[in-house]
């Protein structure tokens, strides 16, 4: 890469003074080494003011800090764009052109500098270079295989093209890869770019068949069967990815990043061993002229492969060189970040982002369709996503594998879709999802709810893998209200229930009885009476007076709430399980609970469990209740006997995750 462009205070204040002060905070950053912090900033001020030279000169500088060769040459050709007369910035930009094997783009940089600015310090440093390019020049191009006589205009094109796709400017790159074939129809890597341009464009059908016309004509090449099997894999098709892999594999194509390509198309499809067989035998194998063409992306993949092997150390020595060779890399900071998580909150290690297993297409069209009814009726929201999921069958195709392997914003954004559009097939992927080792235990545990809310798993406990293990957890989904019950009572009988039930709570039988019995007579087949009148034999120490109107009452009236849980508790101090829990099962289903209702089914269920030897469902149980802060004399004899630790309050955080990101890496 060309060296940094000068910084200094005493650039001149193009920029309106509003902004100064955040270029002045990007210096400090600078000043401080914190490259990532300063190129962030900088990118923002440059989409919110595109064209200002201060801001381009500062986020060029970033760039080359970061060792960033594709951002330092997409910063330089726009600050030229508006700086012409930037003798710095041209030469620059011939030398990132030649970093980023582009030697035709950088000749004709080169001899533009030499021609603008013959006396300048550097010209004849320059002139040196051009004449090796021109030595060079004959052998780059007939390896191009290109027609003599358009050979060195074509080979420009065609490193424009590759400029274009590393900036993701995709429709410019069919523009001129067309122009190309135009002229040069079985051009293979214009005929690769190109069908990298046409994924990201959304016409995954129209890319297969781009790279299969090159296969046609060279049945080994390693772009294209690399390409294809990211496509294959990205809609679902791995079947037909596996067997290309195999040809990948054996190929001896000459290529240029032939390895990368290799190693990349094997991450896409998840084949860890196939990556490090390709990697160790590289280090075994390779010469100095080989290994220092290896880039960051190629050491973070082998990082995902060896992690993904178990094999720890080794993941975070690759994740290591490649921060080496580019400091500012993310994938390679954020794996590494992951990994220092507890063992239940990592998500990773993942190989690509989110954008590299979507199209762009499909990102842009869901802000166009997703994002305006977000924040209205439910109705709208659901109706909008299930448009979006019928016209991307390519995101339910993907989701599989955005959930065994994608990354954060991979992985939550098919599980808050599947929330909004309830669609029918990401649900049943949630499932799978839900009851994998993928993935942190929280987003697991969310899907795992959201599937049982739609019927797919049973209410109750589930075996999850939870804090590096196999637990029974608890999945429930109904609503806990708290609004007073509708009355079944006259006003007269309402009216000594209420004061029979304060006086309970005040352990005033001599008060409460009374009134229960004057109740009874006015209405002698109400369930709520008869179940406090127990509770009135409770208190008395009159167990068996207690236990046969319990069971009176659930002969009586089988379908009362509380019936049926009274009953449920006496067949588990009895020891039979299987009848309390064929009582208490039906009471999970319900939609709606109240708060009474609820703590009385905690109870319950929290008695089985411990009966039965469950302590994890048992404690999952007491979390629930205890989540919701409902006051209840109970659940301290509960926490002492689990041993739990009385629980803060939680913060209140949105359930909808905003899944796109930007995200650096090779696209």
């Given at each position: 890469m060309?060296?940094?462009?000068?910084?200094s205070?005493?650039t001149?204040?193009?920029?309106?003074r509003r902004?100064?002060?955040?270029?002045?905070?990007?210096?400090k950053?600078?000043d401080k080494k914190?490259?990532d912090?300063?190129r962030d900033k900088?990118?923002?001020?440059?989409?919110r003011l595109?064209?200002r030279?201060d801001i381009l000169?500062?986020?060029?500088?970033?760039?080359y800090e970061?060792?960033?060769?594709e951002?330092?040459q997409?910063?330089s050709?726009?600050?030229?764009?508006v700086?012409?007369?930037?003798?710095?910035?041209?030469l620059?930009?011939?030398?990132?052109y030649l970093s980023?094997?582009?030697?035709?783009?950088a000749l004709r940089?080169?001899?533009?500098f030499v021609?603008?600015?013959p006396?300048h310090?550097?010209a004849n440093?320059?002139r040196?270079?051009i004449?090796d390019?021109?030595?060079m020049m004959p052998?780059l191009?007939?390896?191009l295989?290109?027609p003599t006589?358009q050979?060195?205009?074509?080979a420009?094109?065609?490193?424009?093209?590759?400029s274009?796709?590393a900036?993701g400017?995709?429709?410019?790159v069919?523009q001129?890869a067309?122009?190309?074939?135009?002229r040069?129809p079985k051009?293979?890597?214009?005929?690769?770019?190109?069908s990298?341009a046409?994924?990201?464009?959304g016409?995954?059908d129209q890319?297969?068949?781009?790279a299969q016309?090159?296969?046609?004509f060279?049945?080994d090449n390693?772009h294209a069967?690399?390409n294809?099997?990211?496509?294959?894999?990205?809609t679902g098709r791995?079947?037909?990815?596996r067997?290309?892999?195999?040809r990948?594999?054996v190929?001896l194509?000459?290529?240029t990043?032939?390895?990368?390509?290799?190693v990349e198309?094997?991450?896409?499809?998840?084949?860890?061993?196939?990556?490090l067989?390709?990697?160790?035998?590289?280090e075994?194998n390779?010469?100095t002229?080989?290994s220092?063409?290896?880039?960051?992306m190629?050491?973070?993949?082998?990082?995902?492969?060896?992690w993904?092997?178990?094999q720890e150390g080794?993941?975070?020595?690759?994740w290591q060189r490649a921060?080496?060779?580019s400091?500012?890399?993310q994938f390679?900071?954020?794996?590494?970040?992951?990994?220092?998580?507890?063992v239940?909150?990592r998500?990773?290690?993942?190989?690509f982002?989110?954008p590299?297993?979507?199209?762009?297409?499909?990102?842009l069209?869901?802000?166009?369709?997703?994002r305006?009814a977000?924040?209205?009726?439910?109705?709208?929201?659901?109706?909008?996503?299930?448009?979006?999921?019928h016209e991307h069958?390519?995101i339910v195709?993907v989701?599989?594998?955005?959930?065994?392997r994608?990354?954060?914003?991979g992985?939550?954004?098919v599980v808050n879709?599947a929330?909004?559009?309830k669609?029918?097939e990401?649900m049943?992927?949630l499932?799978?999802?839900?009851?994998?080792q993928?993935g942190?235990d929280?987003?697991r545990?969310?899907a795992a709810q959201?599937?049982?809310e739609?019927?797919?798993l049973?209410?109750g406990?589930a075996?999850?893998w939870?804090q590096?293990?196999w637990r029974d957890l608890l999945l429930?989904?109904?609503?806990?209200?708290?609004e007073?019950?509708?009355?079944?009572?006259s006003?007269?009988?309402t009216?000594w229930?209420?004061d029979?039930?304060?006086a309970?709570?005040?352990?005033d039988?001599?008060?409460?009885?009374?009134?229960?019995?004057?109740?009874?007579?006015?209405e002698?087949d109400?369930?709520?009476?008869?179940n406090?009148?127990a509770?009135?034999?409770?208190?008395?120490?009159q167990?068996?007076?207690?236990e046969a109107?319990?069971r009176?009452i659930?002969e009586r009236?089988p379908d009362y709430?509380?019936?049926?849980?009274?009953?449920a508790r006496?067949y588990?101090?009895?020891?039979?399980y299987e009848?309390?829990?064929l009582?208490l099962?039906?009471l999970l289903?319900q939609?709606r609970m109240?708060t009474?209702?609820?703590?009385?089914?905690?109870?319950?269920e929290?008695?089985?469990?411990l009966?039965?030897?469950n302590v994890?469902?048992?404690?999952s149980w007491f979390d629930f209740?205890d989540?919701?802060?409902?006051?209840?004399?109970?659940?301290?004899?509960y926490r002492s006997?689990l041993?739990?630790?009385?629980?803060a309050?939680?913060?209140r955080?949105?359930?909808?995750?905003?899944p796109?990101?930007?995200?650096?890496?090779?696209?």
């Open positions: 060309a060296k940094k462009k000068q910084h205070r005493s001149p204040r193009v920029i309106p902004y100064w002060d955040e270029l002045d905070e990007a210096q950053l600078f914190y490259w912090e300063a900088l990118e923002d001020l440059d989409r595109p064209g030279p000169t500062n986020l060029v500088n970033a760039y970061l060792h960033d060769t951002g330092y997409s910063a050709e726009r600050l030229l764009q700086d012409r007369n930037n003798a710095d910035a041209t620059g930009l011939a030398g990132t980023n094997g582009r030697p035709m783009l940089a080169f001899r533009e021609q603008r600015w006396d310090s550097r440093e320059a040196e270079t004449a390019l021109d030595d052998k191009l007939q390896d295989d290109l006589e050979a060195a205009e074509l420009a094109q065609h490193e424009t093209v590759q274009l796709l900036q400017r995709y429709r410019e069919r001129v067309e122009t190309i074939l135009k040069v051009f293979a890597p214009a005929l690769n770019n190109l990298l046409q994924w990201s464009d016409h995954s890319a297969t068949a781009s016309r090159v296969l046609e060279e049945p390693v069967l690399s294809l099997i990211r496509f294959l894999c990205a791995l079947n037909d990815a067997l290309y892999a195999e990948l594999k190929s194509a000459p290529a990043d032939a390895v990368f390509k290799k198309g094997l991450s896409y499809l998840g084949d860890d061993q196939g990556v067989e390709l990697v160790h035998q590289i075994q390779a010469d002229e080989h220092a063409r290896l880039t960051a190629f050491y973070h993949l082998a990082g995902v492969a060896a993904r092997m178990g080794e993941a975070r020595s690759y921060l080496k060779l400091p500012g890399f390679a900071k954020e794996n590494l970040d992951d990994l220092k998580k507890a239940g909150e998500h990773g290690p993942w190989p982002s989110f590299h297993w979507v199209s762009h297409k499909a990102i069209d869901f802000d166009r369709t997703i305006p977000l924040g209205r009726d439910e109705a709208v929201v659901e109706r909008a996503a299930r448009r979006y999921v069958p390519d195709a989701a599989p594998v955005l959930l065994e994608g990354d954060p914003q992985r939550e954004f879709l929330r909004i559009s669609s029918p990401l049943g992927l499932k799978d999802f839900a009851l994998s993928d942190p929280k987003l545990i969310e959201l599937v049982r739609v019927g797919l049973p209410a406990p075996r999850i939870s590096g293990g429930l989904g109904f609503e806990i209200y708290d007073p019950e509708l009355t079944v009572h006003p007269q009988v009216e229930m209420q029979a039930v304060l309970l709570r005040e352990r039988v001599q008060q409460a009885e009374p009134l229960l019995r004057k109740a009874l007579a006015e002698p109400k369930p709520d009476l008869l406090n009148l509770v009135v034999y409770e208190l008395r120490g167990h068996q007076e207690k109107l319990i009176e659930h009236y709430f509380f019936g049926r849980v009274n009953v006496q588990t101090r009895d020891g039979d009848r309390a829990r009582l099962d039906p289903r939609n109240h009474s209702e609820f703590v009385a089914l905690c109870a319950a929290i008695e089985l469990h009966a039965q030897g994890d469902v048992a404690r209740w989540s919701t802060h409902l006051p209840d004399s109970q659940i301290e004899q006997r041993g739990v630790r009385p629980m309050r939680p913060a955080t949105s359930r909808w995750l905003n796109f990101r930007k995200s650096m890496g090779n696209g």
